[in-house]
């Protein structure tokens, strides 16, 4: 049936086939070819990280999805629904000029109003050279200890939000931390500067879908709650003390549990 056999000859239905043969492997070629170049474009553009976050984003379970005005007590209830990209919800700036019912603030973890909070559990904090300063919040401090072991990003490298920022072992669990915004690494510290990262973050800046002020604490309630649930069936003792405060050394005193699931659940994984 081709012209490289012994014994080919042309007829009408030869160059039909070969016509329809060769028309489909140029559609083959040319849509693979075509796949390549829209994933690198997705790479050269950052779309690669924001598509795989709201695929992430839609497998989170509906208990780790309240919207922040819920969390600040403006409404009773309400689900996001748009990947806690508050930029993009038609109905934020309605919301937002609603009164705030401030929550308990009894939730027994330091937070300050100074810093801004990424659900990931980082904490950003603006500095006066217009760069931003990111470290882990104080949940996710008590839960990991001191890591094992750091890998940070190196300087003038670029990472983007809901990408990895850095990474961490701790006994054994590889721990993905969750960046907070789009930027430039500038600088980075460690668990003995208390801050990780100082960027400098991608223009035009928007903070607007970090938590802040009466946010804050509705929503590490619910973060507490989240994790007395998730290490209940493996506690020998309580993971919060009397008066509800969270005990430090978590993974240290308590190695048994589930922590592959209570880490998945803390930094966005899926």
């Not at 705030?100 to 909070?117: E, F, R």
């Amino acid at each position: 049936m081709f012209p490289w056999i012994d014994g080919f000859q042309w007829s009408v239905g030869h160059i039909i086939f070969l016509s329809l043969f060769f028309a489909a492997v140029l559609i083959i070629l040319s849509t693979f070819v075509s796949a390549i170049w829209r994933t690198a474009r997705d790479f050269r553009t950052h779309r690669a990280t924001e598509m795989c976050w709201r695929m992430n984003f839609a497998e989170l379970p509906e208990a780790e999805r309240h919207c922040r005005h819920e969390l600040a007590g403006r409404l009773p209830f309400r689900l996001c629904n748009n990947a806690f990209e508050c930029g993009r919800c038609p109905e934020y700036k309605s919301f937002a000029a609603l009164p705030v019912k401030t929550p308990a603030k009894g939730v027994g973890i330091n937070y300050s109003d100074k810093l801004l909070y990424h659900r990931g559990h980082t904490w950003v904090r603006p500095e006066k050279d217009g760069t931003l300063t990111i470290g882990l919040d104080e949940l996710a401090r008590h839960l990991i200890g001191r890591p094992d072991s750091v890998e940070l990003p190196k300087r003038d490298s670029e990472i983007e939000s809901n990408g990895v920022a850095w990474r961490m072992t701790k006994n054994g669990h590889e721990i993905r931390v969750c960046a907070p915004l789009d930027g430039t690494v500038v600088s980075t510290g460690g668990p003995e500067d208390e801050w990780y990262l100082r960027i400098r973050p991608r223009q035009p800046l928007d903070l607007g879908h970090l938590l802040r002020g009466a946010e804050v604490p509705g929503w590490l309630s619910r973060e507490l709650d989240r994790l007395q649930l998730q290490l209940s069936a493996y506690e020998t003792h309580p993971c919060l003390a009397d008066g509800g405060i969270l005990l430090p050394e978590l993974m240290d005193a308590m190695p048994e549990a589930d922590w592959d699931t209570v880490l998945e659940s803390t930094f966005l994984e899926t």
